[in-house]
């Protein structure tokens, strides 16, 4: 059993206080093999020695270095991989975080491991940490456990009604010290398993004599299905993994040391029963904070504090009981404005039921209140002074408002909301996965809100009560979702999922119902509410939420679009809806609006999901790249961003995260297991997206040009912008240096960019130019492709029937056979083709084949040139012939993978066949473009 002597105090029980010294900082490389000792690790951060709160954990490392591993004291506490690096081709970061108040307070080691191919080098920095004081009985369980995955253990161990790994006496030697709380697979990447995994979780806690005092253990999150033992004994389960379990293990305690066992199965075969697990990681264990509570046989468990627009506090209470009566606890609650003034101060009585469970609410009049609301996010200050050994004592924030339907549209204290800039966000960072120190979510939301952010949805699960006490805080609203994703229509209404969602619907509104920010319950994601079972699922599940709550919304968010059957059953349709993505175009997003809102019989509607994945640093304007997360972006914004009885627009996501190892999103060329449609990288950094949300202006469509392009900014939102155009002129050409633009409000303003050339020009790539609008740092329009006229006589972009065209050149499909009247076609079979997405129209498709196919073109009289582009995106070009009257014209040389180059043959004017074919038998030729001068 590990005790504080063996791992640095990490787990002393009982109360503590703060503690900080001051302690020199030390970096020691350790076991650094003679082939990398002029390699080391050093830290970037912290740069301190005395830590509190959220504290930033990176160094740098050697080149080749696969992950590094962070731990205190011998405790794993994260590791970050080189998994994302390899898989997106950008540099490695070795940056992850955690909370200093989930160690005990003291002196410690953190050190960092370096897993190179020459070895493992180190980097060790002595600090202290602080940990804020234990409340009067309780004590944090957070800090150092024993740890291992089923597969580290005796097979069976984990069976049974009492398992063996659960027992006092059990062999710890194949255990690891792991950190609570963490997310075993982002602590360690041996422990990750797509499959999941089912966990031993073990520790000793002292308990001191406590006559007439109950032993509670609190869990706030232990993902997916645990079970918890003391000292060998069964004291409860969990389902679910996002909510607090409360258990009474008072049975099973004994006075000193005790044994305290977790087992959580987050394996897939288990969560599978009630949600998908291709969306995003399952990230299992402890990965909430743990407490012991010491409280009397009836006592108050969870208090929350509601305010409306009337001016009525509502008091709310869960408790526990022994008692076969109801038992009232006098406490005293102090109630203050805004600023500070006292608004009343009494005691109340919280009447608990016998057996426990939800107490009577208790009102308090407070008249005209300061209301809340995003544009003034006023809240109040509740006291709540619980007897001792009947509870905690708590502070809450609560803030007075309404919200409620209005016709088409929604209104928070009678004021309509419409059109809010919002984003939905997954709990995961490299090295933490879904265990997020406070500090690092309260940073994040804060950069949102600044940005301009006002709505957001955490997906698709509980939330953790930080996030949304900054949400209160900030005034960004909230839509906060019960864990039930795209299931059948048989499996939503059997016994099992409609249990386990109302409890988790149950446990939500207990724990939330106190933040003003939460305006709306979903009762889950893309279920298959296009079926009469999925429609009676959400009928069920409403229902029941109005009979807990019924003074916020309710929805289930949907993909069936115009052919779900369960808007009846809502207040508001949320539609996830990805046109110009998972096929449509962005053109059909506003009447797509239009036919759910009127089967919706006029509800008020928001897109609650769209995006495009992108890899940060893909230049390509295809799928896949910067460019059109950018362009998605604008062009929602454009079509129904100012829409009328729309509550608003949510990005998925914020920022990327793991999703599955198969996962591809829709990217041609994706990077699983990373999901990219974020707007930030999973370490946080901006994409073009990001910069693009906000722009106060926008560049019109640029028509291809001859010497000048004619570019044209629009203001967005009626303030005006001035700015800088920033050109990248396209291969073979020459631009203007940057020059600031100034756009009035409500107007446009009109640049001419002067451009040197020659198109086509042998040996260049092809690739267009690009125009953009900086604003700032943070902000630009999005960008628009620069194209050069192609001009000459004739101008062909080669590919398929239906691929997009490059401006200004003809399609040249496997089915265009020649005309006289088009002056171009093919001559007997056709080519096969290849569309590959990217990088831009001119290039992601082409025509090919292995066999030799004819091109006949008509051209004017007189000295000619024909230029053809060749090229591949996804492989290697091979060498290429082109011959016309039996006579070779062209011998092209092959091409490595993503490379394009115009090559030029002389022609004289009249009517020519043209036979492509490949240097070598059974290899494939590929024209892209053909353009004749």
Partial sequence: MYRPEQVGGFVQAGSRGSAALAIAIALVPLLVP?????STVAFISPTVSSLSGTVDLEVTAPPGTTSVRFSVDGTAVAEVTGQYATATGSAPIWRTATDAGWFTAGSHTLRADAITPSGTVTATKAVTTTRPADPPGTTSLDGTWAFATEAELAAGALDGTRPAAAQPGFD?????????????GAVRSKWDAAQGNRVLYRRSIDLAPAAGLRTHLVFESCFFACRYFLNGVDVGASTGGYLPVRLDATAAARDGANTLAVVADGRNSTTNAFTTTHLYWQWGGLVQSARVERVRGVAITNLTAEGSRAGVLTLRAQGTSTATTAIGIATKVVVRRPDGTEAANRTVWFNVPAGGGAVQPVTIDLGAPVLWSPANPSRYTVDIAVPSGYGRSVTLRPGFRDVAVSGSDVVLNGQVLANLPGFNRHADYPGLGRTIPDGLVVRELRELYAKGYRIFRPGHYPTTPAVLDEADRLGMLVIEEVSIQQLSGTALISPAVTAFAKDQLRRMIDRDRGHPSVVIWSVGNENHTQTAEGAEYVRDLV?????????????EVSAWHTSDKSYAHQDIVLANVYYGWYGSKFTDVPGLLDRIQALASGKPVMISEYGAEAVKGRSNLGFGGEYYQGLMIDEYNRLVGKRPHTLGLMYWTSTE????????????????????????TWFGEAKLGWRVMFAPVRIREIAPFTSSASVTIDDVNGKGASGTLKVTPPAGF???ADQPFTVPPGGSTTVDVPLTGQFPKAGTDGAPGLVRAVIDADTEAQPRPLWPAPGGVLALDAGGDTSPLAPGYQRLGTSTSYSTATGFGWVGTGPQQRDRA???????????????????ITVPSGGRTVHVLVGDRQYAADPMRISAGGTTVLDTAALPKGSFRWHAVPLTGGTHDLVISATTAGTYWKLAALVVS
């Fill in 734 to 736: 020459t631009g203007p």
């Fill in 838 to 856: 990217n990088p831009d129209d001119l290039r992601r498709d082409f025509a090919t084949d292995t066999a030799a196919r004819t091109l006949r």
């Fill in 172 to 184: 710890e030697s194949r255990l690891s010290p792991v950190l609570v709380p963490s997310s075993y």
């Fill in 657 to 680: 995260f793991v999703a599955s190892p198969t996962w591809s999103g829709g990217n041609p060329e994706p990077v699983a297991p990373f999901h990219t449609k974020g707007m930030r």
């Fill in 34 to 38: 003679a082939s990398a000792q002029a």
């Fill in 543 to 555: 229902t029941y939420g109005k009979s807990l709550d019924a003074t916020r919304l309710y929805t």
